[in-house]
């Protein structure tokens, strides 16, 4: 039978995905807004964890499964979560027999580092650029399978729809050449959404431009379900910019930094004085919200702003130029102060998304035959993530979500290729009007300005502290948001290598996921990981001890709740002011 | 330049609707902001489409993605250097600033350029490493620090296609692959398993567009954003190949 699997997205799950597949002998064709050595994955720099256990420090699989369910704040399903990081160490001397530049140990072993939630060194790194350094090793994979015709690449094209047949299956997509604008359909037996995090909706992010959650937002609109979406991370150090929130990686703070505001004129190191047992290397929920309470309660802020000293000047040079080189340059670089000598200032900024699509244990979305992998799916980290945890994720759900999606296929009984072209012609018929439609939107709206003020809104009421009120009010401006929408002018462009139609209709789907985002906060009134209610301070595990559920329909956005799986690790109450084994004894 | 600080920033945009068109320069001006670097000069007009004029502009083209040098996506002529727009300050320029697409690739429209040939080209020489597969065959190869340190320098390539723009012997006439992809050649070849595939590597290096078409202007590695030593590579596959070549003529 003539098989076809489709793989949207070039990051390191897209690619892992790609190649799982033509390993297989599987025909891919695999999209990407960018060239996929642009992708997203380049920016990581802190490193990809797995308890290799190369420092004699006695860490195990075990504890890296119970700090990963205890970082995320026992939201994760705990199956897939104990199989991921089984498969971790695995996935570390895979990418490097690919050639990935891992730092080594005098002896030539894999060097390991801390991050933050882990009392072990299991953080393996390729200098500051260690995702850039994955994701061109997965891309050299790829070509080659290219080169032996297994795959085919379309770079610069947008996925803009599935093709749903009359069963419900998915069975193939609609796609619009970024170059000529042209709008195509392609068929296949199942597509893989791999699409990176949606953080542009929060305006300004650590995050790469392309990253608006479009892909995610579309699927969600056709019925798939997203989950978990309230959870968005907010890492405690960037540097800001007009253009874009830089992340200081948390391994400036493995490598040994520091953070620190003035109190009475001395330095004051509040995290190690409130996380005695984990000092600067608490989570990053927890380290984002003591520097919010020093900055904005304390007013101790660093000239009265919301930002902190972040300090490695006390460092050895040498050892910074050999582990943390890429990230000081460019704080360098864009600063204009030499961190080896100067502390450096950083501010909180929205980071990474918990949530994503929802999966079940085999990547498999609620829409039959549409599989997502990576940071667009919800499965790996709960109410927070670990550092280092997202990299081992995005590759292994690839490493899932490629054969199943084969089995998938194997088990249909008709091809793409027996379905009626006219499904094919009807979807692409309507991604066409919907362009007209954006082409001649001519009002006095200005897309990216509308964009820039549903990023305030957001990053003001739906990041660090989330209060009910301020939630709904963000929803109502989102909505009015939409109804400015439709008075967006795109001007007069021309088709061919416009930008301004792409992203007036990627525009939507933030909107649309704001929402989501949005009302998922609202409903959920507790405290767990990344989501913080001051009225509701603490973690309720009877009433929420759930997956959030969001469904698309009519317009509407309607909830619904699912039981978490902890069939593993009992909850426990999570503290880094003491030792992981004191919380374990006082469930005793 | 004066003291005071400046209210606005002058740019110059090289602008062209599509290649078969004929180009022109457009002036803009948007506000400044201290440490404001070229992407968000051109941000500012994606909010505001007016030109230096008064008069509504089509938007501006221009690719970015990850605004931290790492992805090499907003590579442009700035002020006739080629540079990254997301890293380049306004400060450090002289007004109006000059911005206008690579030369060496062809154009989309304005200042987004078509870099595929870069990828084909590290197709051209396998710039891969031949793994047997993805199964578990437990831990890789040991590696010396001072291997890894040589090979991290050269794997922070990003195909922004910095080097390609200043090299003169990558033009219209020639088919030279350029100094990218000989560096990934010798990351390739200096790892322990990619070696075992060493010499259909250097015979790829030995074809058309290859090594010999370099033609030691050493413009490139002057123009490498991540510093990477290009030249090095450049002279050590220089030997490499010329031993492969006489190994093929031994072999005959
Ligand atoms: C600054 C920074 C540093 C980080 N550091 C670390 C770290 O040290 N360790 C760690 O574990 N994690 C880190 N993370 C998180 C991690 O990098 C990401 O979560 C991960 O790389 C996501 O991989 P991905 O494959 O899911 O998506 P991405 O790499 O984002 O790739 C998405 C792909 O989908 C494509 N795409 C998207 N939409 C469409 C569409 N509509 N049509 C076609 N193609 C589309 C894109 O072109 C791209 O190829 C960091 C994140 C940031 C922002």
Redesign the interface.
């Known amino acids: 039978m003539n098989r076809k699997v489709i793989v949207v997205g070039g990051g390191l799950a897209g690619l892992m995905s790609t190649i799982q597949l033509a390993e297989r002998g599987q025909k891919v064709d695999l999209f990407s807004l960018v060239p996929c050595k642009r992708s997203h994955s380049v920016c990581a720099q802190g490193g990809i964890n797995a308890a290799v256990n190369t420092k004699g420090e006695g860490d195990s699989t075990w504890e890296h499964f119970d700090d990963t369910i205890y970082g995320g704040d026992f939201l994760a399903n705990q199956p897939p979560v104990k199989a991921m990081i089984e498969a971790a160490p695995k996935i570390i001397y895979l990418m490097d027999r690919m050639g990935v530049t891992f730092n080594r140990t005098p002896e030539g072993f894999l060097d390991v580092r801390r991050l933050g939630g882990a009392k072990y060194s299991r953080t393996v790194f390729a200098g500051a650029t260690t995702g850039q350094q994955l994701i061109y090793a997965l891309d050299e994979q790829v070509r080659r399978y290219e080169d032996a015709g297994l795959v085919q690449r379309y770079e610069e094209w947008e996925f803009l729809s599935l093709v749903l047949d009359n069963e419900g299956r998915c069975r193939g997509i609609t796609v619009q050449s970024l170059t000529s604008l042209e709008i195509e359909a392609f068929a296949a037996d199942a597509v893989i959404l791999a699409t990176g995090g949606p953080g542009m909706i929060f305006g300004r992010s650590t995050n790469s431009t392309i990253n608006t959650g479009f892909a995610a937002a579309s699927a969600f609109m056709q019925g798939a379900t997203y989950a978990n979406g309230e959870f968005i991370q907010i890492h405690p150090s960037a540097i800001p910019g007009r253009d874009k929130l830089r992340l200081m990686s948390e391994s400036i703070r493995g490598e040994g930094g520091r953070v620190w505001v003035y109190k009475d004129g001395k330095p004051w190191y509040f995290l190690e004085e409130w996380y005695p047992a984990y000092g600067n290397m608490v989570p990053r929920d927890i380290a984002t919200r003591a520097i919010f309470k020093v900055c904005v309660d304390l007013k101790l802020g660093i000239g009265g702003e919301n930002k902190v000293y972040l300090d490695i000047s006390h460092l050895d040079p040498h050892e910074i130029d050999r582990k943390l080189a890429g990230v000081v340059d460019i704080y360098e670089k864009f600063v204009g102060d030499d961190p080896r000598k100067v502390p450096m200032q950083t501010f909180p900024a929205v980071h990474y998304s918990m949530g994503g699509l929802w999966v079940d244990y085999d990547q498999m979305t609620n829409i039959p035959g549409l599989f997502a992998a990576g940071e667009c799916e919800y499965q790996y980290h709960g109410a927070n993530r670990l550092g280092g945890n997202s990299l081992v994720a995005a590759i292994y759900a690839g490493m899932v979500a490629g054969p199943k999606a084969l089995e998938y296929v194997k088990g249909l009984a008709k091809s793409h290729s027996d379905l009626p072209v006219g499904l094919f012609d009807e979807a692409k018929a309507k991604e066409e009007a919907k362009k007209t439609a954006i082409f001649a939107l001519q009002g006095k709206e200005n897309p990216y300005r509308l964009h820039q003020e549903l990023g305030n809104w957001m990053l003001e009421n739906v990041t660090i502290v989330r209060y009910n009120d301020r939630l709904r009010k963000t929803d109502e401006k989102i909505q009015e948001l939409m109804e400015r929408y439709q008075n967006i002018g795109v001007g007069s462009g021309a088709a061919w290598g416009n930008q301004v139609v792409p992203f007036t209709r990627r525009l939507w789907g933030m909107l649309t996921l704001a929402r989501v985002i949005t009302l998922g906060a609202l409903r959920r009134d507790e405290s767990r990981g990344a989501h913080y209610k001051p009225d509701f301070p603490e973690r309720d595990d009877e009433n929420w001890l759930k997956t959030t559920k969001a469904e698309y329909s009519a317009n509407d956005i309607l909830f619904s709740y699912e039981p978490v799986d902890i069939s593993y690790i009992k909850p426990r109450k999570r503290r880094y002011d003491v030792a992981k084994e004191v919380t374990m004894q006082n469930e005793q | 330049m004066s003291n005071e600080t400046p209210k606005e920033v002058a740019l110059l945009i090289k602008r062209c ?2 290649p078969q068109a004929t180009a022109y320069w457009e002036e803009f001006k948007v506000p400044y ?1 201290p ?3 070229v ?2 000069a051109l ?1 500012e007009i ?4 007016i030109n230096a004029r008064g008069e ?1 502009a ?2 501006v ?1 221009w690719d ?10 907003c590579t442009m002529l700035i002020n006739g250097r080629v540079r990254q727009a ?2 380049t ?1 306004v400060d450090m320029l002289s007004q109006p600033i000059r911005l206008a697409p690579l030369s060496k690739f062809s154009l ?3 200042l ?1 350029v ?3 040939v870069m ?1 084909t080209n ?2 051209k020489v ?6 047997d ?2 199964y ?10 001072k291997v ?2 040589q ?2 320098e050269l ?2 390539c ?2 922004c296609g910095s080097c390609l723009e200043v090299c003169p012997n990558v033009n219209s006439k020639s088919k030279f692959i350029g100094p990218a992809a000989i560096a990934q050649v010798e ?2 070849n200096s ?1 322990p ?2 070696a075992q595939q060493k010499e259909a590597r250097l015979q790829a290096l030995m074809g058309e567009g290859g090594i010999a078409e370099c033609g030691n202007a050493q413009n490139c590695v002057k123009a490498c954003p991540k510093n990477i030593p290009l030249t090095r590579s450049i002279a050590r596959l220089n030997r490499a190949t010329t031993v492969q070549g006489l190994k093929n003529w031994l072999n005959r």
């Not at chain 2, 994606?46 to 489409?49: F, G």
């Not at chain 2, 970015?64 to 996506?73: D, F, Q």
């Not at chain 2, 578990?136 to 620090?145: L, R, T, V």
Request: aromatic letters at 6%; glycine letters at 8%; one cysteine or more.
């Open positions: 609707p599509n902001y440490k404001m670097n992407v968000s941000m994606q909010k505001n489409p509504s089509t938007p083209a970015c993605n990850c605004l931290e040098e790492v992805c090499g996506a997301c890293s300050l989309v429209r304005d987004v078509d870099r595929q990828f590290l197709r396998k710039a891969w490493i031949e793994i597969g993805t578990d065959m437990g831990p890789g190869p040991n590696i010396s620090q890894q340190e090979a991290y794997s922070k990003m195909t990351l390739m790892h398993i990619g």
